[in-house]
């Protein structure tokens, strides 16, 4: 394949995506563009544009190619295309946007999406029609700025760079100057803000204000509906101002046929008008849109017989008017055109229909009526602005579809040249007409016609409105029977300028008769000529017209019959003697009256102005006619401009002497007139007449003459008004002088120039003379120079014509010379001066190099007068800017040196000494009152900015140079440095420049680097060695960090192709500054100590900049910094010091890139093993302390970065307390930074409390308290602390602290403080403060005792892999729950805040693998708390609310269990091989404390052998039945014992099904006996504990049996025959039981309930919501780690031994089919031996009320369950929570008003079971099992324990369904669980149950497992195997307090002995300490929980038995027990406060 080089095709846009699927290939994507270089066989060779680098191959037919231009063509050529650079930018910015708009949606930014891409569509859509090329130039234009707005906007929403433009282009910053930039910038802003016209913000500030642009209303009529007219009508529509009572434009006609439609079928979708030329006072007048509407038909619309049906009379109908007023405010506002209706009125009464319209607008209801409610028309309104070329232009469409023009009356406001107009507009008035001997009045109509002097009729001169065409004569309405008739109708007379003189008006009146021939007879007629005598025509007035008689048969052929006749009582007097014999005799008591207005160009009514242009008519008069031109309206001088010049240049030359001075006052005043703004148009006009049509040759020299002596006489004349119109005319009086000069020296062959000059420069000293005139005396001289100011650059231009650039420039320096100095000047004077010098700037002139070289100096002089004295500085900064403009724009054709010498000499200093000032003011002023100074800006700091770096830009080498050889002394030198730093560093701070002026800042920037390498060496040379200046090097040093750190250089934040672009143009101008502070720094010396440590932290700022070429110029001066102090102190204490604290100020406080992550490893290599550091380290003799120096910066950096990395916002709050602390550490324990420490003290409590965790917060405080003293020493004011002494601090922080704990909640950590403050308000005997701690104590002791708190959840949580934060990375933590948070909510927590973690699915240790891989693994269990406060959980007088604070607080040991299997395992009974992995954590600080986790500091392992297992489950079982007899045996007879018979229940019923007996097969097997003989002992203590379980089994059914409710008593016999069955079991293995127990007899066979059988899989299992066996039943669902969702096949716990492949599940099934399997004993086992809490990812299906303290422990949450084939072994079971799991407060309540508590009851019907279960069978059917019987029983398990008489169950209620509050959690798919959670009597104060739970369901849920027996208070073992009680009742709670009050006596009508008899075979029982089998005897109970404490027996009496007969005994427990119940309603009130929640 041979490749050549193209030639033509060089750039291309690909129209096809191209994957690059070849060799060599180059992927390209769809529209991009690129370079071709050569070609081969339909194969291109080039790069894309955006990547020119990566050169490849792609397919010729992909490319649209496009014509491009290359330069330097090769290897390196460029191409550029050959199109409209707008289409260049417009497809650039589109292919920018495209991804930025994607990213708006990702981002959730809909409403910026759907808008961009609006705008998109659009400016795609403009940009194909700018490249169509069918588009006109002004559409071309309009086009472009449509496009630069909207690009400008989606610049601006996008956060991208603003687009200077000029003429719609992008400019090049390098080809203008800085100010030009700066405004094109302010352009740019301006039209994304005003994002509708273009506005033209660089107009000069001095241009003429523009003419008022006219507004135009567009109407559409759009229906015109009636329902009784019938006949054809007019409309006609106008404009009336009502505050004036008149007309104010034509008419605008609509002719209609009798069905509504249009009578001319072309104009059906044409009846629109424009009414036009209304200008800003129109709109804002009272306007009215005014309809009236004229039928044609009969005389009487509903007579028939008035006339004959053939003769159609114009008859008034009615009127329609629409309010404007409010209307064109709003059409104003919108553009849109707008619908409106207007209701059609009817005229009461004809004789008032000419004020119809002002009667509806005054709304006088009683002379009008609405004909019918649906007659009215509908208009649309639009308004138009722009004069009318401009609205043809834009509406083409709408003005070729025939929209009637409908003009003001009058002229416009602005009069528009060569609008050539001759309109006569009449309005009837009025008539007077006799009767004529008529009984009846007459019914007059009036024809007008217009006649020729001829008497020839004119054709189509008469129009009736606009939008008809015009018509020869006109019929007026007829007023019926009316002699007086007044009919207010205008018309418009279009009569032909040259048939205006001599014609005149007839008009004809007839008389309509009604009668049937319906005859128009003629009885009169008036005339009126149109054009007077004296040549004037009629005057705009009310004309009283005479009516003279004449009949049908009287001609009208000789019309000079009549026109010799006076038409009216003016006329009278031209008409003296008038012959009777007359045809026509003039009626004297008839009149006619008509009112006229004249709009023409062409003539005039002025006599005045006629007797101008015919002055030699009347030579006498001249005098006076010129002092009359004064008093003509402007409007009719400007017709006749032309003609009133050219007379009054005849006058002159006619008599210059006697004239000349009036002809000049007229040419004054003319020249004058036309500045106003509506004769604005005109001013061309004059500038064309004198270009073409001035003649006057001799005139310059009576003008010169004329203006000199005015100007003589100012400092005469106390009068100066014609002076001064003089002067404001003076740009055209010079005008004149210099054509007429012309004229006379084209004539003359150039005759007199040198007089002309003469009197040119007399005129010009005439000039310097006014302006050098002292004014402090004379206000109206003050106005005299500021008119001659204001015109005088506007005389140069004319000059130059006549003069040489040189001679003009002179001229001008003389008279700016001559202006006074700014101190003699008021402020006014001041501005008029600078703006006329602004203007001689801004002149031709002053583009000329040679008049600038004479001007430039006498322009500086002002400027710097003024910037001195800090006058007018918005001013002179424009005429700086001009003047930059122009040198700048000069510089690229001459040498502009000399200028640039000038204005640095003049203006450099005093520029940076204003800049200085104004920034100052600026930030003092918004310091001070909120807002900047009027002269303080932005804009005027812009303005001067881009003025200074102007001029810096201009400055070349050789201008720096003699600039700071010109300093007088180094005094001088030092001011000057010191000022220019300061203002560039002032310039880079206070961000003048709006961060998306990209070009500008880039600009500036360079600008300045190049200034400081100018200046540089100066410093090095005049400041160094013996002459150092600190300030100056200081001031250097700042600027160059802040340069380096600007946001603007930050290249890495930019786009690859703007990145590219800035190193192209500019480099990479970070560096250059670097290089230039390196090579400073290393120029400083022995001085270098000077900027220690005051320079490290700057510096520092500027090592952060990722740019890797300033870290390694930067790294040498550390170095230095370092050795410089240790060769100075012998340490460098001050830079570590330093470098620390700029460390975390510049990372903490937010500085910094984006990707500071990145910055992590660039920064350890800065301070750790970078080699150029390190190795200049280890040379120098300090190597040790600076290694250990950069480790300690290092480990900070680590640390800093990643509190940095937290606090941005985003992420979660226990990272952010996790970075806090480990920082906060890292500053107290390694570098002992305790100010820092403290900093981040208060850090980490500002998100405590964010965070609402309080007691967290209040410890964290603390840490700051331990470190304060009680003593007296002054502290500084310190963050938000004042300055105070050390006491008051410590006392305000233990206050604090104290408010937080009580907060928290933790009111046991406030009391100490309490006690702290207490001791010193003691010591000063502030009894006052005393008494207010110690009320406060109190009150927290009793906020311990009657508050309940929930106990909160434990958690490990272990963190691996290499992308954790460091503080993080692959440790252990043990973390503190949130309230009500579970397992499960607590690992989707987690989850939450690393998304990108992975979940662990088993409990082991991970390998190295995963501690150094780059992801992150998340290892979550729960584990259980090892309080250490063993000693208060075990006093049996601690009431367990307290215990229970104890347990879970203060708590640095946790643990957890892992089951798993050593050896062979029995799958019948896996108790042989089942051991316990035992894990004790110890963490690095107590629980709670300053953070909610802490790290794990040390784990310990302890495995558990199957045999001790054993014996911990059965011991804890026992002491737990222990506790609960003790806690029931003196309960009221009746009362609730739910637990008791629960806890019965599960360990009788596991019994029966296989409980104890797989512990005898399992360890009493000859067998196992024999491998172990060392466990003899341990065998033997098992045996023991069976026994002894059976022995207090016994006893708990006497117990039971004593106070269960009759209609609990299913259930006890159920108990009771199960215990036979167990205790038979026992027999076999055991048979010396039954000598142990002889007062045991065996049960009668009768009492066993031979119909109980197992309950079937489809029976329903009834388990406690905390039970783990529920979590059996969603083993599918669970898995051994945080995965909510993994499939029990894979299994869970991998035994530690163990290697086989069986099922894992299978080891799961502790007791399948066993005696024990209901008991929590062996549940505990089932629950947590086989997923230790960790290994579960799903927690508990419900959350206890927030008011329970007592919580399940966590290490029983969530555990996994059995697989399928073991779920039949457990379908008996029924479980029981421990007393820990259980709510010390079983209880919901409402309070009712009355303050008295209301327990909720209601019903638990049968119903519900249907429901949820299917049809029951009812009770009593003999087919029921036990179970069934039992759970078809409603409410029979509620048992009262509060007293020992029995309670009347319920009567009316079944039991009490409550809901939780907590939120529901099902089971997994197919498994149903029915939770009971409490039922309870409905009697009187009795205490309501827990709430019933109902059937629910869950996939992903599982239910908690339940606690262990009563672990905290025995051994706080959480072993698996440790159980809880269980019940087939599930959870059954206590239904009343111990201290419940007495209720009313049992209706048992057995006696206590029948009662108590039920039970023969157990004999009483009397417990004694020498009793080896007995209890302990029962005790009072002091504790304020429901259910006793594990482990605490009530006291015993002093004789060892309960003394129920001793009144003392039962007196103190009344007491007790009224106390107790006070306390508990709080508690209530809490439970109570959920009942109704859902």
Known sequence: MMWTPTEEEKYGVVISSFRGSVPQGLTLELGETVHILEKSEGWYRGSSIKHPNAKGIFPANIIHLKKATVSNRGQYETVVPVEDPLVTEVTSTLQEWSSLWKQLYVKHKIDLFYKLRHVMSEVID????????????????????????????????????????????????????????????????????????????????????????????????????HSNIGEDVDLFFSLYDMREA????????????????????????????????????????????VVHVIRIGRMLLNDSRKGPPHIHYRRPYGCAVLSLGEVLPALCENRDEKDFVMKV?????????????????????????????????????????????????????LLNRGAAVTRKLGFPDVIIPGDVRNDLYVTLERGDFERGGKSVQKNIEVTMHVLYADGENLRDCVSLGAGEPPRTQYHSFVLYHNNSPRWGELIKLPIPIDRFRGSHLRFEFRHCSTKDKGEKKLFGFSFTPLMRDDGTTLSDDLHELYVYKCDENSTFNNHALYLGLPCCKDDLSGCPNIPSSLIFQRSPKETFCISTQLSSTKLTQNVDLLALLKWKSHPDRILDILGRLRHVSGEEIVKFLQDILDTLFVILDDNTEKYGLLVFQSLVFIINLLRDSKYFHFRPVLDTYIQKHFAGALAYRELIRCLKWYMERSADLVRQDHIQEAMRALENLFKFIVQSRLLFARSTGGLEEEQFRCSIHELFQSMRFVLSLDTRSSDTLLFTQAALLSSFPAIFEELLAMFSVTEVAEFVRGTLSSLPSTLHLGQSM??????????????????????RRILLPVVLHHIHLHLRQQKELLVCSGILSSIFSIIKSSSTEVDVGEEVQMLQESLLDVLLQTLLIIMSKSQSQEAVRGQRCPQCTAEITGEYVSCLLSLLRLMSDTHYQHLLHNFQSKEELKEFLLKIFCVFRNLLKLSVFPPDWTVMRLLASNIIVTTVQYVCPAVHKNFCEEDFDFKVWNSYFSLAVLFINQPSLQLENFAAGKRRRILDKYGDMRVMMTYELFNMWQNLGEHKYHFIPGMIGPFLGVSLVPQPEVRNIMIPIFHDMMDCEQ??????KQVEAELIDKLDSLVSEGKGDENYRELFSLLSQLFGPYPSLLEKIEQETWREPGASFVTSVTRLMERLLDYRDCMKGEETENKKVGCTVNLMNFYKSEINKEEMYIRYIHKLCDLHLQAES??????????????????????????????????????????????????????????????????????????????????????????????????????????????FPFFLRNKEFVCRGHDYERLEAFQQRMLGEFPQAIAMQHLNHPDDTILQSDSQYLQIYAVTPLPDTPRVLNMDQVPERIKSFYRVNNVRRFRYDRPFHRGARDKDNEFKSLWIERSTLTLSHSLPGISCWFEVQKRELVEVSPLENALQVLGNKTQELRALITQYQHHNLHGNINLLSMCLNGVIDAAVNGGITRYQEAFFDKDYITQHPEDADKIGQLKELMLEQVHVLGVGLAVHERCVHPEMRPLHKKLVDQFQVMRSSLYQEFPMLEKMNPSCPPLPRSNILLSHGALNNDSMRMLHRHSPLVVLSSVRHSSSSLSSHASSDTGTTPTAVDSETEDPYTMQMLLPHSLHAGSITNVSALSSSYTSPSSSSLSSTHSAPSQLINSAPSSTRGSPSLPDKYRHSRDLVMLLPAPRDRPSSAMYQTGTESGQVVFQRCVYPRALFQQVLGPCKPCSDPNLSVAEKVLAAPSSWSLDSGTRESLPFLTSHVGSVLTPTGPTRGLTQGHYSLHFDAFHPSVGDGAPALPTRSLRKSPLHTIPASPTSPQSCLDGSNSPLSGSASSGVSSLSEGTFPGCPDVTPSTDPRTEDQQSGCFQHYPPVRYSLSDPNGLEPPKVQPCRSHSAPNG???????????????????????????????????????????????
């Open 830 to 851: 001041d501005v008029v001066k600078l703006q006329s010098i602004g203007r001689t700037v801004d002149c031709r002139l002053f583009s000329y190099p040679e008049a």
């Open 126 to 225: 403009l940009r194909r029609q700018l490249l169509s090329g069918h588009l006109t130039q002004d559409q071309v234009r309009e086009v472009k700025r449509h496009l630069t707005v909207r690009l400008d906007w989606g610049n601006e929403h996008l956060g991208l760079d603003l687009v200077p433009r000029k003429e719609f282009e992008a400019v090049d910053s390098e080809q203008i100057s800085v100010s030009d930039l700066y405004k094109m910038h302010l352009s740019s802003r301006h039209n994304v803000q005003q994002s509708t016209n273009q506005v033209d913000t660089l107009r000069q500030r001095h241009k003429e204000p523009r003419a008022p642009i006219p507004h135009h209303l567009l109407l559409n009529l759009k229906s015109f509906t």
């Open 1992 to 2038: 605490v027996t009530p006291p015993r009496s002093p004789s060892g038995e309960h003394d129920e007969g001793n009144p003392e005994h039962d007196r103190l427990r009344r007491i007790r027990r009224n106390c107790h119940m006070a306390k508990e309603q709080a508690a209530r009130v809490g439970w109570d406060h959920n009942v109704g929640k859902p």
């Open 345 to 397: 009125y009817m005229c009461n009464n004809e004789n008032e229909w000419f004020q119809i319209h002002e009667n509806i607008i005054r709304k006088t209801s009683t002379k009008y009526s609405t004909p019918s409610s649906n007659y009215g028309l509908i208009v649309s309104l639009q308004l138009l602005r722009g004069d009318m070329e401009q609205i043809r232009r834009e509406n083409q469409l």
């Open 246 to 289: 008149r007309q104010i434009s034509e008419r605008f006609m609509v002719r209609l046929n009798k069905n509504g439609g249009p009578r001319n079928p072309e104009k059906l979708e044409r009846l629109c008008a424009l009414f036009t030329d209304l200008s800003s006072k129109d709109v804002k007048r009272d306007l009215h849109l």
């Open 1127 to 1132: 060769r100075r102190n012998g340490n460098f």
């Open 1254 to 1363: 309080y007691t967290e917060a209040a410890f964290t405080l603390l840490l700051y308290w331990e470190t304060l003293q009680w003593e007296d020493r002054s502290l500084r004011e310190f963050l938000h602390y004042p300055a105070q002494s050390e006491w008051q601090r410590k006392e305000s922080l233990s206050r604090k602290i104290i408010h937080y704990f009580n907060k928290g909640k933790c009111w046991e950590y406030g009391i100490p403080l309490c006690r702290e403050l207490a001791a010193q308000y003691e010591k000063l005997y502030d009894y006052q403060s005393l008494s207010w701690i110690l009320k406060m104590e109190s009150s927290y002791y009793d906020h311990i005792m009657d508050q309940q708190r929930l106990e909160p959840e434990f958690f490990r949580i272990g963190f691996y892999g290499k992308k």
